[in-house]
Every structure is written in structure tokens, then in C-alpha cells.
């Protein structure tokens, strides 16, 4: 192995690569890591260090790196087919997809439409509930409605749902805004529900849908709320003809503890937006589930009257294939209840690290997803966080001063033990510099 790999990829990279969510000026001091391969929970660089990728790979790797399982059917589906277009034609693929997510609703959303990226299932979503009224002669429906702080992609449309300033206010003037109500993370459920209330009652006739992350509002910092705020948006929603759409792209696939996040609530939403998790963290896909008789409406001798949103790579199957192996996956190894197993063993010893740290405040977790606030005011902590972590072999990430955990579904026992230990360090080592 050649010792100046590492600094060879990080210099090209520089050169060439503009970085996602990024200023790339910080990369002038701050590490940029070249990650070489991975197996496991494990990524490793070109000199052999290792990682533990505590966060997913930004929330996408499920079943952890270079997993068996997938690697076995993606090798079948690219010697079968790699692509075909789904406009006119079809493949077994996306067919047994839609329909296995179709049974996991019990049927509720009994079809399946296919995108390759979060932000486009949302903007899916929102131009189908527009649709919908449309065709049903309701043209007037067309705002929408998101939480205070919902975070549900960065593409125009879905920046209009978007309420995070850091990504939002430079495109302001291109944006074509929602309403933006409390989110029950921040107000509680009884307050958040009456504002919901109140801008129905104002605005029932010109709303199309609301859209929600349910349970944890992953992007503002893992803000967790109560379920019984989605059962009873689902009859607000229910009294005033306006479609609730989840956005599940985070929260699916398991990560809190019920495979669909909404199940906790015992509802079905209009929409389902799911991507991230659902092919494993191996190949971009999204899919948006809906309700048959929305389905129907769309359903008409007039072309006009149809779904015509068209995607070049829509329906990909070898993602589809990622996704099945996926859900095998879940299905052999009896993933969710392993899951609350591990999630109370790694509370508990988080618990001991953090519970009484004076400098940390809100440690909580839903399912797979753990959280704290370090007590701090510094811009620089979450960059500094990062570093120290990689010093520890972890891959971590913080939100602001929000230190979170999503790790992969695959981690031991002790591994989720080192995790917790080296996080502690790590947060250690960050807090001591401001002293220094
Ligand atoms: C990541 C995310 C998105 C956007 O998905 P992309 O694939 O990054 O476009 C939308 N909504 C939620 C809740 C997300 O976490």
C-alpha cells in the first residue's frame, strides 16, 4: 500500500471535485478523508485506518458495507439486465418492489411511482396532490403546508417545503413558499395541532396537502415528537380533504423502530416518500406510495389527465434489485426486533457516558437514531467534532452542536459499545480545546 495515497486522493479531490454540503475553503485545514473500500460497519482509506461509520453514510447504509446478501443479487441483476425504460415497458424488478412496499401498507398504497433521489419523490408528491384536486376540479388547491424547521430536500420545489435557513435563504427569491406551522418538536402536540387547526380553517379550500417527517425531524437536529400528533393530523387532514404526505426518506426502512415511522401512530398517509435506506445505502432510488383511488383519479382516456412526470433512470433495476435484497434482508434476519435489543443496550451505556455530563443537554433516541446537544457556542464544533472523531476511528457528523448516532443495523454489541466510549472521548477531547 502506498503511504501517499491518501494525500494524492485528497489533493485531486480538491481539484476536481466540488463537495456536497460543503465550504470548501474549510477543507484548507479541516480532513478530507479518502476512503479506499469498506466492509462492515467499517470504511477504510488507502492506508488501512478504519472508520466506524457511525451516521450511515448519511442515513443510507442499513446493512453495512460490501454486505453478502446485496453484492450476490446486484452481481445477477447486471448479468440479467442493468436497465430498461419503464415508460412502456416493465421488469420484474420494480414490479415485485412495488408490490412487496404495497403489502408492508397492507395494501393501502397499492401503487408504487419511481424517482432516484429524495428531493424528487418529494416534489413527486406535491405535484401528484396538486394533480389529484386538479383532476377532481379542485384548481384552487394548490399550496402546501410543512412544520417549522422540516427539512425535505434541496432542489427548488423542494426547498418550498424546506425550512431550514442554512439551505434556504440564499435562493430565497426562487422559492415558491409553503406555510410554515409549529412543529410539535418544538411546541408540543396540543399547540402544534391547534395551529394546524387554525390554518385550515383559513385555508382548507386553497390547500392541497401537508407534508411531515414523521416522528424525528432528522435534519434540524434530530428533533423527536410524540406519535399521537400524526394520528391526529391524519383527522385534521381527514376533516378538511387535505392530503397528508409522509416523508419517510430518513425515517423509514426500520430506522425508528416500526419499518414505516407512521405505523407508531397507527395511520396511513396519502403519500409515502421513502429513499435512503430503502436500497441499502447502494444505488439512488426513491418511491412514492399512494392510495389506490388517488391513483384513480389520474386514470382517463385523456393523456392530460395522467401522471406525465418522467425520470430517465426511473425504475433502475439493479436499485430495484438493491431495495428487494434489502427487504429480504429484513424479512430473514428479523432486523426491527435485534434493533430494540441493541437500541436499549446503546442507550443505557450512553446513558452512563452522557446522562449526568454537565456539558451535555436532550440525550434521546427513537429506534436506531441517538442524540445529545453539547452545551456549547462555537461555530467550529461540529467541524472539530468530525476531526477528533476520525482520530477515534469514528465517522461522525454533528448537526450544529446536535451529536448524533444512526449507525448501520449490523453493529455488535461491541461495537455499539465503542461507539459510546470513543463518542465520549471524543466529545471530551472537542470541549478541552475551547479550554486550552
Ligand atoms: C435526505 C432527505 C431528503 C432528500 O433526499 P435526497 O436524496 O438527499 O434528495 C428529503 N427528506 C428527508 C426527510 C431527508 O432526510
Not at 169 to 177: E, F, G, M, T
Not at 215 to 240: H, I, K, N, P
Amino acid at each position: 500500500m502506498n503511504i501517499e495515497a491518501n494525500q494524492d486522493w485528497v489533493a485531486r479531490s480538491i481539484a476536481a471535485v466540488w463537495h456536497p454540503c460543503t465550504q470548501m475553503k474549510h477543507h484548507e485545514r479541516a480532513p478530507l478523508v479518502p476512503i479506499a473500500r469498506g466492509k462492515g460497519a467499517w470504511l477504510y482509506d488507502h492506508e488501512g485506518s478504519r472508520y466506524l461509520d457511525a451516521i450511515s453514510s448519511w442515513w443510507v447504509n442499513l446493512f453495512g458495507h460490501a454486505n453478502d446478501d446485496i453484492n450476490r443479487a446486484l452481481k445477477d441483476q447486471l448479468d440479467t439486465l442493468e436497465h430498461a425504460m419503464l415508460a412502456g415497458c416493465t421488469h420484474a424488478p420494480a414490479v415485485e418492489l412495488a408490490e412487496r412496499l404495497s403489502a408492508l401498507t397492507q395494501r393501502t398504497l397499492g401503487h408504487a411511482f419511481f424517482a432516484s433521489d429524495g428531493a424528487s419523490a418529494v416534489e413527486i408528491a406535491l405535484k401528484m396532490s396538486f394533480h389529484f384536486w386538479r383532476n377532481r376540479d379542485k384548481s384552487e388547491k394548490r399550496e402546501f403546508a410543512c412544520l417549522a424547521n422540516s427539512y425535505h430536500g434541496e432542489t427548488i420545489g423542494a426547498l418550498g417545503v424546506t425550512d431550514v435557513a442554512i439551505f434556504k435563504d440564499a435562493y430565497d427569491p426562487l422559492i415558491r413558499h409553503a406555510h410554515v406551522v409549529a412543529s410539535p418538536a418544538a411546541v408540543g402536540v396540543d399547540e402544534a395541532i391547534a395551529a394546524m387547526r387554525a390554518l385550515f380553517e383559513r385555508r382548507a379550500s386553497a390547500l392541497a396537502a401537508v407534508i411531515v417527517e414523521p416522528l424525528v425531524q432528522c435534519a434540524a437536529g434530530m428533533a423527536m415528537y410524540d406519535a399521537s400528533y400524526l394520528t391526529r393530523l391524519r383527522a385534521l387532514c381527514d376533516e378538511f380533504d387535505i392530503h397528508l404526505i409522509a416523508d419517510e426518506i430518513a425515517v423509514g426502512c426500520g430506522r425508528t423502530g416500526t419499518f414505516f415511522a407512521c405505523e407508531q401512530a397507527g395511520i396511513w398517509p396519502d403519500f409515502v416518500c421513502l429513499s435512503k435506506g430503502i436500497s441499502g445505502g447502494y444505488l439512488p432510488l426513491s418511491i412514492v406510495l399512494t392510495r389506490d383511488d388517488i391513483y384513480a383519479a389520474f386514470y382517463d382516456d385523456d393523456i392530460t389527465r395522467g401522471f406525465l412526470h418522467s425520470h430517465s433512470y426511473t425504475g433502475n433495476p439493479l436499485a430495484c434489485r438493491a431495495a428487494l435484497a434489502t427487504l429480504d434482508l429484513f424479512d430473514s434476519a428479523n432486523v426491527l426486533a435485534e434493533n430494540r435489543r441493541k437500541s436499549s443496550l446503546l442507550h443505557e451505556v450512553l446513558q452512563t457516558h452522557f446522562g449526568k455530563h454537565e456539558r451535555v443537554t436532550n440525550l434521546r433516541h427513537r429506534g436506531t437514531i441517538f442524540a445529545f446537544d453539547a452545551v456549547i457556542d462555537d461555530k467550529t464544533f461540529s467541524r472539530r467534532f468530525f476531526a477528533n472523531a476520525l482520530k477515534r476511528e469514528l465517522l461522525m457528523r454533528p448537526i450544529g452542536a446536535t451529536v448524533y448516532m444512526m449507525p448501520p443495523y449490523i453493529l455488535s454489541d461491541d461495537e455499539l459499545v465503542l461507539l459510546a466510549q470513543r463518542t465520549r472521548e471524543t466529545l471530551d477531547a472537542t470541549l478541552a480545546e475551547d479550554a486550552a
